[in-house]
């Protein structure tokens, strides 16, 4: 299936373990869950204008959750790990604004 890109980089993931990796180059991305790598480095480099040199994935499995008598679980999610070439950087959303 074709996604455009804005569709399949859904959001960055920005958190302490994501900002200890952005320093060798590393970005994290929340992305579309059936998105493959080829399309993932291909969506951040048109986004962003940058080279990725590599794209590592994995999936988030929803959490339990319990309202009551009924027992749930909340959506599962990809992530998706991206590195860029050296010296090259994306703006983290919270330095936008």
Same mark, same amino acid.
């Given at each position: 299936?074709?996604?455009?890109?804005?569709?399949?980089?859904?959001?960055?993931?920005?958190? &302490? @373990?994501?900002?200890?990796?952005? %320093?060798?180059? +590393?970005? !994290?991305?929340? #992305? /579309?869950?059936?998105? *493959?790598?080829?399309?993932?480095?291909?969506?951040? &480099? @048109?986004?962003?204008?940058?080279? %990725?040199?590599? +794209?590592? !994935?994995?999936? #988030? /499995?929803?959490?339990? *959750?319990?309202?009551?008598?009924?027992?749930?679980?909340?959506?599962?999610?990809?992530?998706?790990?991206?590195?860029?070439?050296?010296?090259?950087?994306?703006?983290?959303?919270?330095?936008?604004?």
């Amino acid at each position: 299936m074709m996604f455009d890109p804005s569709q399949i980089v859904v959001s960055q993931i920005i958190t &302490e @373990k994501s900002l200890g990796l952005k %320093v060798n180059g +590393v970005y !994290t991305f929340r #992305v /579309l869950q059936h998105a *493959r790598k080829t399309q993932i480095k291909d969506a951040v &480099e @048109k986004l962003f204008n940058v080279e %990725v040199i590599s +794209v590592n !994935t994995t999936k #988030v /499995l929803g959490k339990k *959750r319990i309202a009551g008598k009924s027992i749930g679980r909340t959506a599962g999610w990809k992530k998706a790990y991206v590195q860029l070439k050296k010296g090259q950087k994306i703006k983290l959303l919270e330095e936008i604004k």
